[in-house]
């Protein structure tokens, strides 16, 4: 008996691949543009509810591909700053997102990994059974289904939650291409960031692919040793390589497109010698620095006082950096960086729309 094939998941198509799949089955071409527009520019999963398309037609998506299949079995809201954190059911797998509504932009911070294989001392999700990459489906399905249930339109996204995006690196950039094409949410490029804690093999692909995204590289520490200390990563891929790596190739990337990301834990790594050594490389590289407070206590780490978060703050800016205090969002739903764990026992189910 012969392997059972597993249908293409229709999330995960770009509208050629679409195109290329139905033409040779008598459909025409511009029945693809239709299908993704209705998946990628309107949310629409239910083939059912694809009003354009004829029953038969309908039928043969059904046979053909696997549509979205997933729930959000929690949502907490900060009663603070109305960042929501969901909780995405894939069969057996889940993972956590987060709506991060400002003024003037919409962000999300989406997961791309189920758990992670890295143990980030002062992230809960490194804490979590790790059950492997998402599809890009599975990484789109976030995406759309948190725009699903609000009116304004997503402006950013961040590839921040749970995983590794280097270790999924595929994926993700597919659900990134995705995510800006011109049929679809259309969001700037510019405006996609990945975050990696600095795997070089990845970070290598991804610059010499010219890949346009925002990289944000989760430093959170200059010295080898502390950041040895805090984060696994480093035993494998040396942050020094990384950086000697970027510094070479920093003409490769735009103006604007680096990015440092930096957890300020208390007692750990904001010491006037962090500030200094952070700023030299920020100006080498011509990295913006994000400094993110710890957003509660974990592991016996905590967040700093405001006042030597400040005094941090300005040792970066007087020399020169531009570097903003981001505020952990979401403090009270445990949703800031790091801190996707996964509050599964809580769940309450609400079905995906
Ligand atoms: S901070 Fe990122 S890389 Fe580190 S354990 Fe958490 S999810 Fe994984």
């Given at each position: 008996?012969?392997?059972?094939?597993?249908?293409?998941?229709?999330?995960?198509?770009?509208?050629?691949?679409?195109?290329?799949?139905?033409?040779?089955?008598?459909?025409?071409?511009?029945?693809?543009?239709?299908?993704?527009?209705?998946?990628?520019?309107?949310?629409?999963?239910?083939?059912?509810?694809?009003?354009?398309?004829?029953?038969?037609?309908?039928?043969?998506?059904?046979?053909?591909?696997?549509?979205?299949?997933?729930?959000?079995?929690?949502?907490?809201?900060?009663?603070?700053?109305?960042?929501?954190?969901?909780?995405?059911?894939?069969?057996?797998?889940?993972?956590?997102?987060?709506?991060?509504?400002?003024?003037?932009?919409?962000?999300?911070?989406?997961?791309v990994q189920?758990?992670c294989s890295l143990d980030c001392s002062f992230c809960?999700t490194g804490?979590?059974?790790f059950?492997?990459?998402?599809?890009?489906?599975?990484?789109?399905?976030?995406?759309?289904?948190?725009?699903?249930?609000?009116?304004?339109?997503?402006?950013?996204?961040?590839?921040m939650?749970m995983g590794e995006p280097f270790y999924n690196?595929?994926?993700?950039?597919?659900?990134?291409?995705?995510?800006?094409?011109?049929?679809?949410?259309?969001?700037?490029?510019?405006?996609?960031?990945l975050s990696t804690s600095g795997v070089l093999p990845g970070i290598k692909?991804?610059?010499?692919?010219?890949?346009?995204?925002?990289?944000a590289l989760s430093l959170h520490a200059v010295f080898p040793e502390k950041r040895a200390a805090i984060m696994d990563i480093e035993e494998k891929f040396n942050f020094l390589d990384v950086l000697?790596y970027?510094?070479?190739?920093?003409?490769?990337?735009?103006?604007?497109?680096?990015?440092f990301e930096y957890i300020?834990?208390?007692?750990?790594?904001?010491?006037?010698?962090?500030?200094?050594?952070?700023?030299?490389?920020?100006?080498?590289?011509?990295?913006?620095?994000?400094?993110?407070?710890?957003?509660?206590?974990?592991?016996?780490?905590?967040?700093?006082?405001?006042?030597?978060?400040?005094?941090?703050?300005?040792?970066?800016?007087?020399?020169?950096?531009?570097?903003?205090?981001?505020?952990?969002?979401?403090?009270?739903?445990?949703?800031?960086?790091g801190?996707?764990?996964?509050?599964?026992?809580?769940?309450?189910?609400?079905?995906?729309?």
């Amino acid at each position: 008996m012969g392997a059972v094939v597993a249908k293409p998941e229709i999330l995960a198509l770009t509208e050629e691949e679409l195109a290329a799949q139905i033409t040779p089955d008598g459909h025409k071409k511009f029945r693809a543009q239709q299908v993704f527009q209705w998946l990628h520019l309107k949310q629409v999963f239910d083939v059912r509810k694809m009003t354009n398309l004829k029953a038969d037609f309908q039928d043969y998506l059904l046979e053909k591909f696997n549509f979205p299949d997933f729930q959000i079995l929690n949502q907490r809201q900060s009663p603070s700053d109305h960042t929501a954190k969901y909780l995405f059911a894939y069969g057996k797998r889940q993972v956590e997102s987060v709506w991060l509504p400002y003024e003037n932009r919409q962000s999300i911070c989406v997961s791309v990994q189920s758990g992670c294989s890295l143990d980030c001392s002062f992230c809960a999700t490194g804490k979590i059974a790790f059950k492997g990459n998402l599809t890009a489906g599975e990484i789109l399905a976030q995406v759309y289904g948190m725009q699903q249930l609000y009116e304004r339109r997503i402006t950013n996204i961040v590839f921040m939650g749970m995983g590794e995006p280097f270790y999924n690196y595929d994926n993700v950039l597919r659900a990134a291409d995705l995510i800006a094409h011109q049929h679809g949410l259309n969001i700037s490029r510019r405006r996609i960031t990945l975050s990696t804690s600095g795997v070089l093999p990845g970070i290598k692909r991804f610059v010499e692919e010219k890949q346009p995204y925002r990289l944000a590289l989760s430093l959170h520490a200059v010295f080898p040793e502390k950041r040895a200390a805090i984060m696994d990563i480093e035993e494998k891929f040396n942050f020094l390589d990384v950086l000697e790596y970027l510094r070479a190739h920093r003409a490769e990337l735009q103006q604007g497109q680096l990015m440092f990301e930096y957890i300020m834990i208390d007692g750990v790594n904001i010491f006037p010698d962090d500030a200094q050594e952070l700023a030299r490389w920020a100006n080498l590289l011509r990295a913006k620095v994000n400094l993110i407070p710890m957003n509660t206590e974990f592991n016996g780490m905590r967040r700093p006082s405001d006042e030597k978060i400040y005094d941090f703050w300005r040792a970066l800016v007087e020399r020169g950096v531009v570097a903003v205090n981001r505020k952990s969002p979401a403090k009270d739903i445990d949703g800031a960086c790091g801190m996707l764990a996964g509050r599964q026992a809580e769940t309450t189910a609400l079905d995906s729309p």
